[in-house]
């Protein structure tokens, strides 16, 4: 890594600690460590080979959603502040327009209710337009990032790209396997303690997959509940080894969620990269051995090669 990236990534963070302190009344010294070790967790993982590693870890420390965030509270908490003002001259205008005895005097009464009206519709538009430009704005960090907002693990685009890349080299110096892992059940889990759990599993499973990966393994959402591995410079069996162990340490570590304990499984299909090899057919492959997974009882591993064995 150059020394300006370095540098560029310790200020960021630097600043991000102080970001954090100050959002807090009183932030805790087990807070400020959480975060260091978080930056320790993400200088550790960038790999000069690895894809957009250093992007990668900025974004763990510059979260553009939370500015976007900030900037729709402040809206809110400015068009919130314009009502009450406006129900205030609601409530003056009510004052002004009774005679001596507390009769209304309709015809003033009805103009000024006009004048607040127009008021009212004003702000709602502008609240509008606010919202309408940071849903914009949100739409294009997600399209540009490369990492999944809610795992923070690498997207479906960093994928394609990514596997784009490898497969155009055709013949590699060194093995490759990617591995598709699905939680099981995971519809289940929805229906019975809804979405919110559900995305606490995925940020389970994810965190999970970081503590028992390499530095150098990939990591991806592939959409919903399926995640992709990519697995270098390992044989087979090591690529077996792993998967085999990322099936039981998911089914030992339990999910707490208000005192109930969530069970999570995962079945996993994995393959071995080969020239001539294009993305569809590598993902193919190892979609195979994840059927197989799931139709022999879930919670387990299946492998599949070349020759469909």
């Known amino acids: 890594m150059k020394k300006d990236e370095l540098k560029s990534l310790v200020t960021q963070m630097y600043h991000g600690l102080l970001t954090h302190i100050d959002e807090h009344e009183e932030p805790k010294k087990d807070e400020v460590i959480d975060y260091l070790k978080d930056a320790i967790v993400s200088i550790e993982q960038i790999d000069a080979g690895s894809i957009n590693s250093m992007e990668h870890a900025k974004l763990a420390f510059n979260n553009a959603y939370k500015e976007i965030a900030q900037k729709s509270l402040s809206s809110y908490k400015d068009t919130n502040s314009k009502f009450a003002e406006l129900s205030q001259l609601h409530k003056t205008a009510v004052n002004e327009c009774k005679d001596k005895h507390g009769l209304i005097d309709i015809p003033s009464i009805t103009s000024k209710f006009d004048e607040i009206q127009s008021h009212m519709m004003s702000e709602v538009q502008r609240a509008n337009d606010v919202i309408t430009q940071l849903t914009e704005q949100i739409r294009e960090l997600e399209e540009s990032s490369k990492l999944d907002a809610l795992t923070k693990v ?25 591995l598709i892992l699905d939680i099981d059940d995971f519809k289940k889990i929805n229906d019975k303690y809804g979405h919110v759990v559900g995305d606490k599993v995925l940020i389970f499973l994810a965190n999970i997959l970081r503590k028992t990966l390499r530095d150098g393994d990939k990591i991806f959402r592939y959409g919903g509940e399926e995640f992709i591995i990519i697995l270098n410079r390992i044989d087979v069996n090591m690529c077996q080894e792993i998967a085999k ?25 994995a393959t071995t990269y080969h020239d001539g090899d294009t993305p569809d057919t590598l993902i193919s492959r190892a979609d195979k051995a994840l059927y197989r997974s799931k139709q022999n009882g879930k919670n387990q591993m299946n492998m599949e090669d070349i020759n469909g064995n």
């Open 245 to 269: 162990r990322i099936v039981k340490i998911v089914n030992s570590n339990k999910l707490l969620y208000k005192g109930e304990t969530i069970n999570v499984t995962v079945s996993i299909g």
């Open 154 to 178: 690498f997207n479906r685009k960093a994928l394609d790209s990514y596997l784009h890349e490898v497969t155009s080299k055709g013949k590699l110096q060194h093995e490759l396997h990617l």
